[in-house]
């Protein structure tokens, strides 16, 4: 019982010390760890933004954005067309910058459009940027694709590292802001927060962007580990599903729910694709129906759950230790 | 002077004249009752009021400046606050949360978290459930989610509120306290138009009362004036009368 007691008091800096461990992980993990297992991880970490990023507006407002391909692939070809014009810092401010312009002129249009019709709406984004794209890129530029000049590993790895943790904490601090109670309650019932003085149109259009921004940055980084892109690749709808689906498995009701079901299905994902190329896809669909059937509120939902049924259990033993000698008596 | 004005206020969908040319005013600090039978337009007037419609003519105006035209958060912001017919809170966070969304976002000044929690604090405690802080809002009776509602609204800091059907659902010991409350807040100096169905609570503490039907308005006057009015008799209350008996 002590230690629960210990855990209790001492949450935050548990939690504290609980993250700096990860950090000191993931700080020191290219030390011990091979090139491949860094470039696996790095890419875990833009999955992670994009998931993080994604529940952020998705996971409190309910407007399911298929968009993030759009504004991931914006990032990739930021990179791709200023890769020897300008340093790779500067790129990655301005993918985040083309990102989040995007945004907010697509966040004015189309976020009036409630439920289904989002939906459909960001996910024709998707489709229309691979086609016009191409279309640009053949046309003005003569070609189809093109390479990325490769990056040290261990570099692109710490960069991630860092606006991963920027993503985290920009999005814990909306989070715990009236910001995030304002997305919460457009995500409860927009009439009413209208109606109690917030600017929901604001609201949504500016946290839209600011996800999108971090979703433009992660593709900027993203471009030298993909070494060769093009606008089916860089705009592929598989980035648009698979940070939904991680913040699904990991839940969107807390901020760290994204990011364990990112490390997850990002491992997953690597794993599975290593083994069985085409058929991954396959296997990824039925975890992906199984979580949604019988994991609905996500991985992060279950814990909850769990502590009640551990603390119903220990209460229970309790009960019956205090029991037993009136039993004998 | 009103707090608020209404002058030849229409609202037409399609062809059909949900309100129709209604002039209407508030005075400062009083009780408008607002009733009239089913589709007589009073949901539709606090919608025009609120700006969750906007008008198809005439105009509105909240001390002495027009407001239609502006947003629902501009109107808040301006001083008008309103519940709905239908309760609408936010499910997904929990009661304190949703009084809490208002003391933040329903004044023009900005104000701190710790000024917010304990307006949120003493709106809940007003209403009475102030125990009920962390609950999440389904685990509430209806009447309940009502309170919420106006606790919600008066952490908006309203000079004027508009109540839908407050009391509509609620059993008749709910009534008497949902009547005490309203009287509450007018007594804290709240102007209220207040749309509803229990004519024992319109009749009770309302210092006017105007009727509405099809749209347009029939009467207006005192409780007494009202009652005997011809008209209202006939097209409202008699039909309740027939109904009763």
């Not at chain 1, 033993?317 to 009136?326: C, Q």
Request: one cysteine or more; aromatic letters at 10%; charged letters at 15%.
């Amino acid at each position: 019982m002590d230690i629960t007691r210990f855990v209790s008091t001492h949450k935050k800096l548990l939690l504290v010390g609980f993250l700096f461990l990860i950090l000191i992980f993931l700080a020191t993990f290219p030390l011990y760890a091979g090139k491949y297992d860094v470039r696996v991880l790095t890419f875990i970490l833009i999955y992670v933004v994009l998931a993080v990023s994604w529940a952020m507006f998705s996971g409190t407002t309910g407007y399911m954005s298929l968009a993030p391909a759009a504004f991931f692939g914006l990032g990739i070809y930021a990179m791709a067309l200023l890769q020897k014009e300008l340093p790779f810092p500067l790129i990655i401010a301005i993918g985040g910058a083309l990102s989040f312009a995007f945004a907010v002129l697509v966040g004015l249009v189309t976020l009036r459009l409630r439920g289904m019709y989002f939906a459909i709406f960001t996910f024709g984004l998707v489709v229309f940027m691979t086609e016009i794209v191409q279309y640009l890129e053949t046309r003005l530029l003569g070609r189809h694709g093109q390479s990325i000049i490769p990056i040290d590993n261990d570099t692109l790895f710490y960069i991630m590292i860092g606006l991963a943790v920027v993503t985290v904490l920009i999005t814990y601090l909306i989070r715990r802001s009236r910001w995030g109670l304002a997305l919460l309650s457009i995500g409860g019932n927009e009439e009413a927060a209208e109606h109690m003085g917030v600017n929901t149109t604001m609201v949504k259009v500016f946290i839209f962007a600011i996800s999108a921004a971090f979703m433009g940055a992660a593709g900027v980084i993203a471009a030298p580990v993909l070494l060769y892109v093009n606008s089916n690749i860089a705009f592929s709808v598989f980035y648009s599903f698979m940070p939904i689906f991680m913040a699904i498995l990991g839940g969107t009701g807390v901020v760290y729910g994204p990011v364990v079901g990112a490390v997850i299905l990002g491992y997953l994902e690597t794993t599975l694709r290593s083994q069985l190329f085409n058929y991954f896809m396959l296997v990824f669909g039925i975890i992906m129906v199984l979580i949604i059937l019988f994991l609905p509120s996500g991985i992060t939902g279950l814990l909850p759950i769990l502590r009640d049924k551990l603390k119903g259990v220990i209460s229970k033993l309790r009960k019956e230790n205090e029991g037993e000698p009136h039993a004998n008596t | 002077m009103p707090i608020l004005e209404g002058q030849g206020v229409t609202k037409l969908f399609g062809g059909l004249a949900a309100v129709s040319d209604v002039d209407f005013h508030v005075d400062q600090g009083e009780i408008l009752g607002l009733i009239g039978p089913n589709g007589a337009g009073k949901t539709t007037l606090f919608n025009l009021i609120s700006a969750a419609l906007p008008l198809s003519s005439g105009e509105i105006k909240f001390k002495g400046q027009k407001i239609n035209g502006l947003k629902p958060h501009q109107i808040c912001r301006m001083g008008v606050s309103r519940t709905f017919q239908e309760t609408k809170v936010f499910p997904n966070i929990p009661v304190l949360q949703n009084v809490l969304l208002g003391a933040f976002f329903g004044t023009p000044a900005r104000i701190s978290g710790a000024a917010a929690a304990s307006e949120a604090n003493q709106a809940l405690e007003f209403v009475g459930l102030s125990a009920m802080g962390a609950t999440p809002i389904n685990d509430l009776t209806l009447g309940s989610q009502k309170r919420v509602e106006v606790a919600r609204a008066l952490a908006t800091k309203p000079e004027l509120l508009l109540l839908d059907e407050l009391m509509a659902g609620l059993t008749s010991t709910e009534v008497g306290e949902a009547m005490e409350l309203v009287t509450r807040i007018r007594d804290m100096g709240i102007t209220i138009v207040m749309v509803e169905h229990v004519m024992k609570a319109i009749m009770g503490i309302s210092s006017r009362v105007m009727v509405l039907n099809h749209g347009e308005r029939i009467a207006e006057g005192t409780c007494d004036e009202v009652s005997s009015n011809r008209q209202v008799i006939d097209i409202y209350l008699g039909e309740e009368t027939h109904a009763g008996s």
